[in-house]
């Protein structure tokens, strides 16, 4: 780095020498021999980088050689992005989840709205994402033929279940996008089957994603818009009428004592605690809230959803595949 700024800084051409001179690092060079095998490794390394690296005499009266890097070469042009092609950017910054690749993301994202590159996608984009990063391990494959099957226009068939405890239904669906909401993703399109638009969460996909049919024979409908048909689907869950007791640690699990009454105080594993009693809503929604509460909630009853929550904490310990126990 301390290399290209020096050779940025001029318009003529800098000898060796003086680059060994002025530029931090060189001066410690115990020998000149040293001193161009670290300057060669460094031109060698510019060069693959791709940076423009020109050599030339130092001036007309000088025919000692020199280096600098031409600033046109060098300089980008503008960014300039489609609305399609900054919506693709705004999916893959929410892609990348390692942290390897969060990192790469999150500065690309940073580089492109300096430039003036407005990369959230609008609400006309068929692949559309909210502000947070969408959980999406585990589905890549899944969602990677899925898109493709949207961008070629095609129908799909896969296998899928409604919740953890039903069985896999294979389902034909014409794909008209694919949307987050929560951190979850979604599918939406016309299911051929049961003749309605239906939305299909992809971590509940069990199987290979086949495209079937011609190209170009499904189209999004006009006017159709995916977000509010996943946010109408899922936002509000009606409740099942069913109790569910749960234990928590004294002082622990605030939310969860908020919602539940409290029967009673109980002792659980010598560790004090309380006895609670809530309304589920959403049995997946609430195994999956004290699964995040660890050893400071347990699930009591009804025996589907203890084993739900069970089933959660043995994959986080490593005990089970993951994509077994996926929500």
Request: proline share 6%.
């Amino acid at each position: 780095m301390n290399l290209v700024i020096a050779l940025l800084s001029t318009r003529g051409y800098i000898t060796a020498e003086r680059i060994r001179e002025t530029v931090y690092g060189y001066g410690d060079s115990p020998s000149d021999e040293a001193f161009s095998r670290m300057f060669e490794r460094d031109k060698n390394e510019l060069r693959d980088l791709g940076i423009p690296l020109e050599t030339g005499r130092v001036s007309p009266f000088d025919p000692t050689e020199g280096y600098r890097i031409n600033r046109e070469a060098y300089r980008l042009p503008p960014v300039e992005l489609t609305a399609d092609e900054a919506a693709a950017v705004a999916v893959a910054t929410r892609l990348w989840q390692s942290p390897e690749m969060l990192t790469a993301a999150q500065s690309a994202l940073l580089k492109l709205r300096a430039a003036g590159v407005d990369v959230d996608a609008p609400d006309d984009v068929a692949i559309t994402t909210p502000s947070t990063l969408a959980g999406v391990r585990g589905s890549e494959e899944v969602l990677g033929t899925l898109l493709s099957a949207i961008d070629e226009g095609r129908a799909v068939q896969f296998p899928h279940r409604s919740s953890r405890s039903e069985p896999y239904v294979t389902r034909t669906v014409e794909p008209w996008g694919v949307v987050t909401d929560k951190g979850r993703w979604y599918l939406v399109g016309h299911d051929r089957d049961r003749n309605d638009v239906r939305t299909f969460r992809l971590s509940r996909i069990g199987g290979e994603v086949r495209p079937i049919g011609e190209p170009g024979s499904v189209r999004r409908p006009d006017g159709v818009n995916l977000r509010e048909i996943v946010r109408r689907a899922v936002s509000e869950w009606p409740s099942t009428g069913q109790q569910a007791r749960v234990w928590v640690a004294e002082g622990r699990a605030t939310a969860l004592r908020r919602r539940g009454t409290v029967i009673g105080p109980r002792t659980l594993g010598d560790r004090p605690g309380d006895e609670l009693e809530l309304e589920i809503s959403s049995m997946d929604q609430l195994a999956r809230e004290i699964a995040g509460y660890g050893a400071d909630a347990v699930a009591l009853e009804p025996q589907t959803l203890r084993d739900d929550v069970l089933a959660r904490l043995r994959a986080q310990a490593g005990q089970t595949d993951p994509s077994e126990v996926r929500a």
